[in-house]
């Protein structure tokens, strides 16, 4: 069977501490189809714009094909992440069945107009699930409670796409909450973060 495939999509630039800070997507180009991880932004709202977004949505890229995505899954629900949730309306969208409840219920922690737009059809998972043969989604609490990374098998050792799992390469380097060791447990090859031009590897 071929081998699964990542490629990363640039969606937005944010503001952080003065630094320009990259928010990318993620597509696994997998034999039994098109998986999307996480789907940005793709407007401006009040509650983001002291980060001052840059927007590159997936709706304006040309040579990204949305009718293409079998498949959605959501890291985790911020707002960053789910933006462009709506333009996949009818098609499943897995998130861990902790992050859809705390985003749905407490304040301050989305925008949830953008987790509830119309259409948006979310599977609920519960722990680790097999996505497609070779790709699992699994828990990884930490950035948030009901965060989760997404494993794809390559042959050797695995790919991860772990979303905010790691904001930036030091958290990885010296993993200090749990889904940070977890992932670190699982020898991957390969890290893939929301904010990072190019994915973690694991010291020489």
Request: glycine share 10%; aromatic share 6%.
């Amino acid at each position: 069977m071929p081998t699964p495939t990542i490629t990363p999509v640039l969606v937005a630039h944010l503001v952080a501490e003065g630094e320009l800070m990259p928010v990318y997507v993620h597509v696994i180009d997998h034999p039994d189809g098109r998986v999307l991880v996480d789907t940005g932004m793709t407007e401006l709202h009040p509650a983001g714009a002291d980060l001052d977004p840059r927007l590159v949505p997936l709706s304006e890229q040309a040579d990204f094909d949305l009718a293409g995505i079998d498949l959605v899954v959501n890291t985790h629900l911020h707002f960053d992440h789910c933006g462009g949730n709506h333009l996949f309306a009818g098609k499943p969208v897995y998130v861990q069945r902790r992050e859809l409840d705390d985003a749905r219920s407490l304040e301050d922690y989305t925008i949830r107009a953008w987790v509830e737009a119309p259409g948006v059809q979310y599977v609920p998972v519960d722990g680790e699930h097999e996505l497609l043969p070779g790709v699992r989604l699994v828990p990884a609490p930490g950035h948030t409670a009901g965060s989760q990374v997404v494993v794809v098998e390559t042959g050797g050792r695995p790919a991860v796409i772990g979303g905010d799992m790691a904001v930036w390469f030091g958290e990885l380097d010296e993993p200090r909450d749990e889904g940070q060791r977890l992932v670190r447990a699982m020898e991957p090859e390969l890290v893939w973060l929301s904010h990072t031009d190019e994915p973690w590897r694991p010291p020489a």
